[in-house]
């Protein structure tokens, strides 16, 4: 008799994008607050805060959207498949732009300068809500994220 052990397949939403005006795409309609973060592999802090964020996705349901923007291919060396590697070993779900544009349209669709981790918060409708620059502290993003949404309702 043969034993099948089934292992769960975990595989990274790791979508290509180079026009910095549509990156926001990736949100699904109907979240009332859309979380973004920009990170890269290659940096420390982003790296450090990858479980946070995973925390925050978690955290919350449809309501908060989370999904994240990584600029890995700014750096010939850093592949593609690195990144879906590191999402895939930490488990990340919310979905990931690997963004292959110029790293300045980003900014000015975004409003930053390129000093990351960045995260940014924006309403239903595309406005900005909230920022932080710099590693996010999971409990004040998830209780600035609560405030939020109760100021919606």
């Known amino acids: 008799m043969t034993l099948l052990i089934a292992s769960a397949t975990f595989a990274a939403d790791l979508r290509d994008e180079k026009d910095p005006a549509r990156v926001m795409r990736i949100f699904p309609a109907k979240a ?14 982003c790296v450090e805060e990858m479980p946070d964020l995973k925390a925050i996705d978690d955290a919350f349901g449809p309501e908060v959207a989370v999904a994240g923007v990584t600029l890995d291919d700014m750096l010939p060396e ?3 498949d690195t990144v879906v590697a590191f999402l895939d070993r930490h488990r990340i779900a919310f979905p ?18 390129g000093e990351i981790p ?27 994220l609560r405030r939020l949404l109760r100021r919606k309702k």
């Open 78 to 80: 850093t592949k593609r």
């Open 96 to 113: 990931n732009v690997y963004y292959t544009g110029l790293p300045d349209g980003l900014g000015d669709v975004l409003n930053f300068r």
């Open 32 to 45: 009332e607050l859309r979380l973004l973060n920009v990170w890269a592999t290659w940096c420390i802090p």
């Open 118 to 144: 960045v995260t940014i918060v924006y309403d239903s409708k595309g406005k900005e809500v909230w920022r932080h620059q710099g590693r996010i502290d999971r409990q004040k993003t998830i209780a600035q």
